[in-house]
């Protein structure tokens, strides 16, 4: 049975650093999926990882994935405020079920 | 515009009476899915379906019906609500070729008291 784990599950960083956050999953999950959800908000789709080694960026954010590992890491550089906001991974077993991580809930300070 | 649309957004009920949230989407995307989330918990899936008259359950599925009728709506029922559904539920719909990506609606909060 697939199980995602998040860390760390609170961020908080000053503007202009760098940090990562990391999604550990248990078994093998067909793909990975970044999420973004604003404070009283719904999710906004990041991510979609297909394949072992896949990396995406947009911005300030770069997704990877590490199949071996069963690793996917969300690095965010040069942090800005805009970027506070909860962030989610979830994997997929099979196509059609999502397994969601608990989320890090990202604080940005000036 | 292109999206996915939940009615009712708040709605504050009592036990046992039975309620229905609507979910709709003018995407033409076969796959839809309905999610709990919970403070601690993430999100939760609760059931999904692949097509018209297609669902299945996901990890969290008791106390929940769902049916597809149409491949635009996805209706989620509490036939018997109890206050541990009190939590904020969260339709989504994807095309089942493509990117992969998953649209979700605004957002459904409900109280069951």
């Known amino acids: 049975e697939l199980k995602v784990e998040q860390n760390p599950l609170f961020l908080s960083m000053q503007e202009g650093k760098n940090y990562t956050i990391y999604c550990n999953y248990s078994?093998?999950?067909?793909?990975l999926y970044w999420y973004r959800q604003d404070p009283g908000k719904s999710l906004e789709s990041l991510f979609v990882?297909?394949?072992?080694?896949a990396v995406k960026q947009e911005g300030r954010l770069m997704a990877s994935l590490d199949t071996k590992a069963r690793l996917s890491t969300l690095h965010i550089t040069a942090a800005v405020h805009d970027l506070s906001a909860t962030y989610f991974c979830?994997?997929?077993?099979?196509?059609?079920?999502?397994?969601f991580g608990t989320g890090t809930r990202l604080k940005v300070l000036a | 515009e292109a999206q996915v649309t939940q009615n009712p957004r708040y709605l504050i009920t009592v036990t046992g009476k039975k309620l229905t949230v609507t979910c709709s989407q003018n995407?033409?995307?076969?796959?839809m899915s309905w999610y709990r989330q919970d403070p601690g918990l993430g999100l939760r899936q609760i059931y999904y379906s692949m097509n018209v008259e297609v669902t299945d359950k996901g990890d969290v599925p008791e106390g929940y019906k769902v049916s597809r009728k149409e491949k635009r709506n996805f209706p989620l029922i509490l036939e018997s609500p109890s206050p541990n559904q009190t939590s904020l539920y969260f339709c989504?719909?994807?095309?089942?070729?493509?990117?992969?990506?998953?649209?979700f609606g605004p957002g459904t909060r409900l109280t069951v008291l």
């Open positions: 078994t093998t999950s067909d793909r």
């Open positions: 989504a719909s994807r095309s089942t070729g493509g990117t992969d990506t998953q649209y």
């Open positions: 979830a994997g997929s077993s099979g196509t059609y079920k999502y397994i």
């Open positions: 995407m033409n995307h076969e796959y």
């Open positions: 990882l297909l394949s072992n080694g």
